[in-house]
C-alpha cells in the first residue's frame, strides 16, 4: 500500500489567483496522476506526473492552467492557475502500486478548494 | 457511450438489505477491476479487487462477467455504516489509466 499526505487540505482563494497543492507519498512510486472531483461528480483524471519529464496531459486539461512538477518518485506538485470559480473542486494526488496480480491504485485525503 | 456506466441511485435500504450494485464497461481489452468506496467529503478507499473467479470479503461478493462486459457488488446485511457512493473501476488493457464510473450512492436507513 501507499499513504499519501496532500496540503493544504483545503482553501479559498481570490479569482485570478494561484494555487500550488503538493503531494508527498511514503515510498518510491512510478505513477503518481492528479484528479479533479467536482461536486456531485466522479473523478476525471487531469493528468500523468512524470518524474523526470513532463506531465502527460489529458483532454480538457493544459499545462498552462495546470503546470504539475514530479522532482521525484515520492513527490508531486499542481499548480492551479489563474483561478476561477469553476476551479472550485477536490483535488486528489493518487499513485498506483504494482503488487501480487494487479495494480491497485491509492488516493490522498484531497484538497478542496472555494474560488471566489 | 462511457467508458465505464453504473446506475447513479441513490439506492436506499433498510439495515439488513442485501443490495446489489452493477457496473458496465466498454473496452473489453480491460484488464482489471475495482470498487472503491467514497464516504461523503472523503477520498475514494479501495473496497476490493474483481478477480475473474468472483472473490467474496465478508459480507462483500464481486463478480465480474468478461462476456457481457459487467461487474457486480453485493452486500448481504448491510449496515448503517455501509451508507456511501460506491465507486466501479476499470484498468485498461496494457494502460495505466484507471477509469472511474460515476458511483452509485447507497444510503441504508435504520
Known amino acids: 500500500s501507499a499513504v499519501i499526505s496532500q496540503k493544504p487540505s483545503r482553501d479559498i482563494c481570490q479569482r485570478g489567483t494561484s494555487l500550488t497543492i503538493q503531494c508527498q507519498v511514503d515510498?518510491?512510486?512510478?505513477?503518481m496522476f492528479w484528479y479533479r472531483q467536482q461536486p456531485g461528480q466522479s473523478l476525471t483524471l487531469i493528468a500523468t506526473?512524470?518524474?523526470?519529464?513532463?506531465?502527460?496531459?489529458e483532454s480538457g486539461f493544459v499545462i498552462d492552467k495546470f503546470p504539475i512538477s514530479r522532482p521525484n518518485l515520492t513527490f508531486s506538485t499542481l499548480t492551479v492557475s489563474n483561478m476561477s470559480p469553476e476551479d472550485s473542486s477536490i483535488y486528489l494526488c493518487?499513485?498506483?502500486?504494482?503488487?501480487?496480480?494487479?495494480?491497485?491504485?491509492?488516493f490522498g485525503p484531497g484538497t478542496r478548494l472555494l474560488v471566489l | 457511450r462511457k467508458e465505464v456506466e453504473q446506475d447513479p441511485g441513490p439506492f436506499n435500504v433498510p439495515e439488513g438489505a442485501t443490495v446489489a450494485f452493477n457496473c458496465t464497461y466498454s473496452?473489453?481489452?480491460?484488464?482489471?477491476f475495482f470498487w472503491y468506496r467514497q464516504d461523503c467529503r472523503k477520498e475514494p478507499k479501495l473496497l476490493m479487487s474483481?478477480?475473474?473467479s468472483g472473490n467474496e470479503d465478508g459480507r462483500f461478493t464481486a463478480q465480474l462477467n468478461r462476456a457481457s462486459q459487467y461487474i457486480s457488488l453485493l452486500i448481504r446485511d448491510s449496515k448503517l455504516s455501509d451508507s456511501a457512493t460506491y465507486l466501479c473501476?476499470?484498468?485498461?488493457?496494457?494502460?495505466?489509466?484507471?477509469?472511474f464510473g460515476p458511483g452509485t450512492r447507497l444510503s441504508v436507513l435504520p
Open positions: 473496452n473489453s481489452a480491460s484488464q482489471s
Open positions: 515510498s518510491q512510486v512510478t505513477m
Open positions: 474483481v478477480y475473474s
Open positions: 493518487s499513485v498506483v502500486v504494482a503488487g501480487g496480480p494487479s495494480k491497485t491504485q491509492y
Open positions: 506526473a512524470n518524474q523526470g519529464s513532463e506531465a502527460t496531459y
Open positions: 473501476v476499470v484498468n485498461g488493457g496494457g494502460g495505466q489509466n484507471f477509469v
